[in-house]
């Protein structure tokens, strides 16, 4: 019982990764930065207000679908642990250990390539629950889910808060593979997802009256500044939020009024921004449940049950 980790990530590891991102994303065309990028401490802070916000409905969404109807879905699946990828603060997994109705599985394994908060989650859960055994898994579940230790008994993975729609399809297929690969008899996939609604719906989700959405979408380049030695000025781009029918998602652009030119010195790297051009931050595809089961099958995996409020949708699935 307690916690270890598994570390596969370091500092001058994620740096290098930051690098060639920012390096590959600004030199091509249209201009883009991954939007793992948000989450330094300062977009962390934003994306906890923005899930407050009236027009966000994801958050409360996906935490009234888990109130309702995890309970079930754990009594079906009778997890002895719990794997999480991107886990970041410990609240998703509270909330099954809540649904659980007594039981309770004997492993948490999270994923997420902040060491430091997955410490700090670790220590509040034991708090709570000291018989709790804990192995963490410091790394990007993109690259690292080859790494989750061998199962101690049935398993729940879990991935919430609709991530998986910020994936393209390409990296979507490849994560849904390496989570079959995790998946015994017997064991279940649990996973939370936007779904298409009305654009304008869609649209205010992503650029709220009070402007949070736009600051967040800003710190990517304070980001940038600050670990490559950039001078991008973000008060100098405008935040737009774009609904793509044909691709069924929402786009997060910054966009240039006019002419801007910085440098990146760690990169040796000189960026011209012309007017009207945008850098693309974040795609957010949504999902209908026709594609949520084709997307699965195409992994190898079976669409076993569906739970939705006709905006957000939890899915449970299996290997075949």
């Known amino acids: 019982m307690g916690y270890r980790a598994d570390v596969h990530v370091d500092g001058d590891e994620l740096h290098q990764a930051l690098a060639d991102d920012v390096r590959r994303g600004l030199a091509d065309s249209p201009k883009s930065l991954p939007p793992k990028y948000f989450y330094d401490a300062v977009g962390s802070a934003l994306f906890e207000r923005i899930t407050r916000l009236p027009e966000y409905y994801l958050t409360r969404a996906e935490h009234a679908l888990l109130d309702a109807h995890a309970p079930a879905i754990l009594r079906e699946a009778r997890p002895e642990e719990i794997v999480e990828l991107g886990a970041g603060s410990p609240a998703k997994f509270r909330r099954l250990l809540a649904a659980m109705n007594g039981a309770r599985a004997r492993r948490y394994v999270p994923i997420d ?52 729609g910020n994936l393209a399809e390409p990296a979507r297929h490849q994560l849904l593979l390496g989570v079959r690969r995790l998946l015994d008899r017997g064991d279940r996939f649990l996973l939370g997802m936007d779904l298409v609604k009305d654009g304008a719906a869609l ?20 980001v940038v500044n600050r670990e490559l030695r950039a001078n991008f ?79 957000y949708a939890l899915a449970v699935g299996a290997a075949r």
């Open 113 to 164: 390539v902040d060491g430091g908060m997955l410490a700090e989650s670790a220590r509040a859960l034991l708090r709570d629950h000291p018989d709790l055994d804990i192995h963490a898994v410091v790394g990007d579940f993109e690259r690292h889910l080859d790494r989750v230790p061998p199962a101690t008994g049935r398993r729940l993975i879990a991935f919430l808060g609709s991530t998986i």
């Open 233 to 311: 000025n973000p008060d100098a781009f405008r935040h737009e939020a774009r609904w793509n029918d044909a691709a069924s998602r929402i786009e997060m652009h910054l966009a240039a009024d006019q002419r801007q030119t910085a440098s990146v010195k760690d990169l040796d790297m000189t960026v011209a921004v012309e007017p009207g051009e945008t850098i693309w931050t974040e795609s957010c595809h949504k999902f209908t449940r026709a594609s949520a089961e084709a997307m699965l099958a195409e992994a190898g995996l079976d669409l076993l049950s569906w739970h939705t409020d006709g905006a």
């Open 203 to 222: 649209h205010a989700a992503y650029a709220d009256a009070e402007g949070v959405t736009a600051e967040f979408n800003r710190n990517i380049l304070r």
